[in-house]
């Protein structure tokens, strides 16, 4: 082997976002050797690439990574950049091994052990963490492409601010929490409809007070009642993937007191314009914000990690038909918060010592 070429790691994190520093964590702690792959310039900035006004739902009492509190007031929603200058700080306080600027496309078995590729370059790793959260490429419907030319389109993933937008009205596709957000903001300078149906609403106001008496309540029914290892966990499961999550901090009250109306989702397009509803209901936006979220991407692992549903053959992040292959990071992992900052923590610990256990020791009980 050219060291130079293909260098050897015990284990290659891809992925250097809050799940791939957390098993990082948890590697260094059980004196792993290990390697962390990021496509981002920065530690943090698939935070820093979100929309400008992004703040998290979690308080920052929740929102720390093992061995590390989050700093500052404790009842506060962090916004996404200092997150990501708390992801970055994390990096360097534990001095976990990052290369950065290298987008992973290919896995596959080499016989003892995995070929990691990116473009020229290769790594060979005994086992091998995909960190990179369960939803990498933008999802739109066919019928985007029908719409009028005349017409501002972008998904949630390249909105950034109004500023961005041409003067008229805004149709915001998917009413999720950020549907809600950016439908929010966008009224401020824009007539704005909202189309689609919420997966459920947090019953009482977001704010501190339910920072300090609801999200714990909440926080440990994701961490330790819907989990897979419980009746209702299972049962709930997946019905929990399948549907939106359910509207955090803006809900539907706060979008029609600011004058945001309501639709129902949209069916398709007639004549370049947005159809809604069952009686087939036209509307004539000047900009379209698609916040239909995302699909899985697993064309770049070449081993047998999802079945012909694409669904995840894993049980609680470990690949047991690939001895080597662990995920971390996707929604419900282990637990409905496993996607989450309060639950990647518990995730990434009992990862890590499956990654640090022998093969052939099987599964190690924690």
Known sequence: MNWSQNPA?????????????????????????????????????????????????????????????????????????????????YKRRFDLPIEHNVRVDGLVSDGDGFQV?????????????????????????????ELSADILQLHSQDYKNPSQLQPGPVLVVGLGNSGAEIALEVSGSHPTAVAGAPGGELPVRHGRAAARFVLPVIRFAGLHVLTLDTPVGRKVAPKFMQKAAPLIRTRTKELRAAGVELLPRVTGVRDGY?????????????????????????????????????????KRGVVADVPGVFFIGQEFLFAAASATLPGVGRDARYLARQVAAPRSSGLVNV
Not at 67 to 77: E, I, K, T
Not at 276 to 297: E, H, S
Not at 298 to 313: E, F, H, K, N, T
Request: hydrophobic letters at 35%.
């Open 274 to 314: 947005p159809e809604v509803g069952g009686d087939i209901q036209t509307v004539k936006p000047a900009n379209v914000i698609w916040c239909t979220g995302y699909r899985d991407d697993y064309s770049w692992v070449r081993v047998p990690v999802v079945d012909g549903a694409g669904r995840l053959l894993q």
């Open 117 to 145: 590729t990116s473009g020229q370059r290769s790594w060979h790793a005994r086992n091998v963490v995909i960190a990179t959260g369960g939803y990498r490429v933008p999802k739109t419907p066919a019928f985007a492409g």
């Open 9 to 89: 790691v015990d284990t290659l994190i891809v992925g250097g976002g809050q799940a791939g520093l957390a098993i990082g964590y948890w590697l260094a702690q059980e004196g792993s050797s290990f390697l962390i792959v990021d496509e981002n310039a920065r530690t943090g900035d698939s935070w820093r690439q979100r929309w400008d006004s992004l703040r998290l739902f979690t308080p920052g009492k929740y929102d720390g990574l093992p061995g590390a509190p989050f700093p500052g007031d404790r009842l506060s929603f962090p916004t996404k950049d200092e997150l990501a200058d708390y992801l970055e700080d």
